[in-house]
């Protein structure tokens, strides 16, 4: 649920990078980081235990314009990956405006991709959302590797909904700021509804 500061006349929208652990949510989020204008962006912020890290920085993209007077201001988080940190993941979906599942491509990780996914929707719903009505992305990361599964497989398994979905290799950057982008795009479209 965005959150309006009226003083700085801002919305503030809150982004989740979901998946499983290590397929590449991070990596996303250092890659959307250092390409972002210094003067738009806050610190990034990891909140480390010994075992899990989430990471978290806010931006204002000036580009996507104003909303009833207002600048959007988006704050990207990402939630560890491992299943036994859901405490983690449930509290950090509190308040989501939109989710990206970066789903790991290679062909032994599907099954961590699916209960991943399968643990999301459990997630959104403890929270009161509906994932069939939440904005929210696909992006299939590490499609560099040379063990991919086929997209057409993945989605099957992943989006049988036909959300958007993007192919992607977070470490150089390909497909990272498309997957953001459309998120961004569902997300103002829903905050220009009224909602």
Known sequence: MSFIN?????????????????????????????????????????????TERTLFFDFLPLALGEIRGFKT?????????????????????????????????????????????????VNLAEQGYDIEKIPFVVQYNKRDLPNVAPVPEM???????GLPSYEAVATTGVGVFDTLKNLAKQVLFELKKGR
């Open 73 to 121: 201001r988006f704050h990207l988080y990402t939630v560890p990956g491992q299943v036994f940190y859901d405490a983690s993941r449930k509290l950090i979906l509190k308040g989501v405006d939109g989710v990206v599942f970066v789903a790991d491509s290679q062909v032994e990780r599907m099954e961590a991709n699916v209960e991943s996914m399968d643990n999301l929707r």
């Open 155 to 161: 989605e099957k398994l992943l989006n049988t909904r």
């Open 6 to 50: 009226y003083s700085s006349r801002e919305i503030n929208v809150k982004l989740v990078y979901y998946g499983p652990g290590l397929c590449g949510k991070t990596t996303n989020l250092h890659y959307i980081y250092r390409k972002t204008n210094p003067e738009a962006k806050g610190k990034m912020i990891s909140l480390a235990t010994e």
